[in-house]
């Protein structure tokens, strides 16, 4: 798909949706801090925003398992970000699984209005299912770059994300002492000991 074929025109300008998703540990927000860098050498007006439940390390900033950390703006609700973006370049959103289904909505509006729009999210939860609106932003997305991490039983890429401590509810918080990234063999093994 030709991106620049596929998107709307406003003001000369193209706009698009870049969605980056993977496991935990992944280095989904890595990649997204890589992109926004990338976008300020370029003199673009950026902004970031993030879901005010993510707290992990920051209550303002995104900011990767290895420490790398970018200026945040927290919001509650997906359309907080649309009035936030008037006059950007480019609108930058990490942990999208955690925001409400009109975030897919909201990343579409932008695109039409020539922004290009950088999503970065899970796209299982810990069960190995899909996770809130990032499979709808994958639908309408104009990339999809998907991240792997090392399984820490085999050292085969991994895709999942496994849940080391008891709670079924979907949305826990959490770090290397919560959750571990496998590969779909070691995955389907700890699942079946449950």
């Known amino acids: 798909m030709n991106i620049i074929e596929n998107s709307f025109y406003e003001n000369g300008r193209c706009g698009c949706i870049e969605v980056i998703c993977g496991s935990m540990f992944s280095g989904k927000t890595e990649e997204l ?16 925003f993030k879901p005010t439940i993510d ?12 420490k790398l950390a970018l200026k945040a703006v927290p919001v509650e609700n ?11 370049d480019v609108v930058a959103i990490d942990e999208a699984q955690f925001f409400d289904d009109g975030i897919v909505d909201v990343c579409n509006k932008l695109a039409n209005q020539g922004i290009r729009v950088i999503v970065a999210g899970l796209d299982m939860d810990f069960l190995g299912n899909p996770f809130g609106p990032m ?25 999942y994300s496994y849940r080391t401590v008891k709670g079924e509810q979907q949305v826990m918080l959490g770090e ?13 093994e700890m699942m079946a000991k449950k």
């Open 33 to 48: 801090i890589r992109r926004v860098k990338r976008a300020k050498i370029a003199h673009q007006k950026i902004e970031i």
């Open 78 to 88: 997906s359309y907080s970000i649309l009035l936030m973006s008037q006059g950007l």
């Open 55 to 66: 707290v992990r390390y920051s209550e303002r900033d995104v900011v990767s398992h290895n």
């Open 135 to 159: 499979p709808q932003l994958m639908a309408v997305a104009d990339s999809i770059y998907k991240t792997r991490a090392i399984c820490v039983h085999c050292g085969r890429l991994a895709n």
């Open 176 to 188: 290397m002492q919560e959750y571990e990234p496998l590969c779909r063999i070691c995955y389907q």
